[in-house]
């Protein structure tokens, strides 16, 4: 004998409501009786960790921040309602958005190499800078790193350099672009929109260039680990792609900044791009290759821990986050 039991969801509402109601009842004559609990306001560390052929791989979490007003940031050659009508489809809020920070921790046997410092304690305040404290939760300590990578020189990725006044990693040697680097510290950036990252990195990355190495596109940091140039986002801005045990992976910096309006909409303007056409190009050219390779990539502003792949769909991508396949 089979029937068919059909719950409107009304029914199913008002069924969920009574029953929680009586549930509570009781409940609330217990808390009356107990002091009131505050919440936690404490994070948890947070790092991701697997293996890359020999190369163990630990994605640390600098911490996330929340902005309003997304069309302000992405879409600035199309409308606020192309934008919004983009995240209700996608399920994100289109009054605010959350930026994560993502510098990646490669131990190679030989080195261990921080791709990106984070916002260092000046952003600690704002809920950022957390780079310092979780590398060390993961089981590591600021003087073991051996090799700082900086990707590009905004302030989220070069201020975690200093710590209490004093070199945050003080046994490392640094690397970066030769293109980014000059740009940058540069006297000619002075009374230009960029005048303010120039004071930056003379602050922060300039008494570093003593123990400084330079790359160009296909420069190499150690075996396994080579500079790939993917400009627009900033002059020199890098990517790096980690190649160990036949297993790969790209660590694409800032190319995309949001998982899906930079992503989804590649052609989309952004406001922290230099060179919108330039970074737009370098997009649609770097996630090409990740989708055709089925590469697996860190992002340093997806959603943490910020791993994932790339599917091709209509004029962009999707973000596929890891579950468990560098894991096995």
């Known amino acids: 004998m089979s029937f068919t039991s059909r719950l409107s969801r009304r029914s199913l509402f008002k069924a969920t409501a009574l029953g929680a109601g009586a549930l509570a009842a009781p409940q609330i004559m217990v808390r009356a009786a107990q002091a009131q609990v505050a919440m936690a306001a404490a994070q948890p560390a947070a790092f991701k960790r697997f293996s890359l052929g020999d190369f163990e791989v630990t994605v640390l979490s600098d911490g996330h921040r929340i902005v309003e007003n997304p069309h302000g940031i992405f879409g600035m050659n199309t409308s606020q309602s192309d ?8 399920y994100l809020p289109v009054d605010k958005m959350q930026f994560s920070f993502a510098p990646t921790l ?6 261990l190499i921080l791709f990106d410092t984070g916002n260092g304690e000046g952003g600690r305040e704002g809920g950022v800078g957390q780079t310092f404290a979780n590398l060390q939760a993961s089981g590591y300590t600021p003087d073991q790193v051996t090799i700082v990578v900086i990707t590009h020189m905004h302030g989220d990725h070069v201020n975690g350099l200093m710590e209490a ?70 002059p020199g801005h890098m990517i790096y792609g980690l190649e160990s045990g036949g297993r790969k992976l790209m660590l694409t910096a800032d190319t995309a900044n949001h998982f899906v309006l930079s992503l989804q909409r590649p052609d989309w303007e952004v406001r922290f791009d230099m060179d919108k056409a330039g970074a737009a190009g370098t997009r649609k050219a770097v996630f090409d290759m990740i989708a055709a390779d089925r590469l697996a990539f860190v992002g340093y502003h997806m959603p943490f821990p910020s791993v994932g792949y790339i ?18």
């Open 106 to 111: 490669v131990n190679t046997g030989t080195d």
């Open 311 to 328: 599917e091709k769909i209509g004029e962009g991508y999707r973000f596929i986050p890891e579950t468990y396949q560098l894991d096995l």
């Open 83 to 90: 934008v919004e009508a983009l995240l209700t489809e996608t």
């Open 165 to 234: 006044g004093a070199p945050a990693y003080p046994n490392a040697r640094y690397v970066t672009g030769q293109t980014e680097y000059d740009f940058w510290s540069s006297e000619d950036r002075v009374g230009t929109p960029a005048e303010n990252t120039h004071k930056n990195v003379v602050s922060k990355v300039v008494p570093m260039a003593e123990k400084m190495t330079f790359l160009g596109d296909g420069g190499s940091v150690v075996p396994g680990i080579t500079a790939m140039a993917a400009f627009g986002h900033t």
